[in-house]
Nanobody
Framework: QVQLVESGGGLVQVGGSLRLSCAAS????????MGWFRQAPGKEREFVAA????????YYSNSVKGRFTIGRDAAENTVYLQMNSLKPEDTAVYYC???????????????WGQGTQVTVSS
């Protein structure tokens, strides 16, 4: 099993920045990719960004490309999501995700964090 713990959510004004972190523990050697999804009220959970463990390739949804950056944190088995130029439509609960394989589709993700709220006020 893999456990994921997010941190760093909160309230920010339009155009501001936030940084989320996700720390993995447990069977971390089995992780092939880590990333982030988000879910707004009344909407389905959607892919935001992902990072492959081997090679470090990154993936982004079109809605966040150029504004958000995913990367490895200094701490082992920790990834971050740097969110810049935030918009009201970025408001959602953000979930850390991990799996042995790809994690761009929510139904295929095996491990989830508990979620952290991000609210962008106009």
């Amino acid at each position: 099993q893999v456990q994921l713990v997010e941190s760093g959510g909160g309230l920010v004004q339009v155009g501001g920045s936030l940084r989320l972190s996700c720390a993995a523990s447990g069977r971390t050697r089995s992780i092939g990719a880590m990333g982030w999804f988000r879910q707004a009220p009344g909407k389905e959970r959607e892919f935001v960004a992902a990072l492959r463990r081997n090679g470090g390739r990154t993936y982004y949804s079109n809605s966040v490309k150029g504004r958000f950056t995913i990367g490895r944190d200094a701490a082992e088995n920790t990834v971050y999501l740097q969110m810049n130029s935030l918009k009201p439509e970025d408001t959602a609960v953000y979930y850390c995700a991990a799996d042995e394989g790809a994690i761009t589709v929510a139904n295929l993700v095996r491990y989830w964090g508990q979620g952290t709220q991000v609210t962008v006020s106009s």
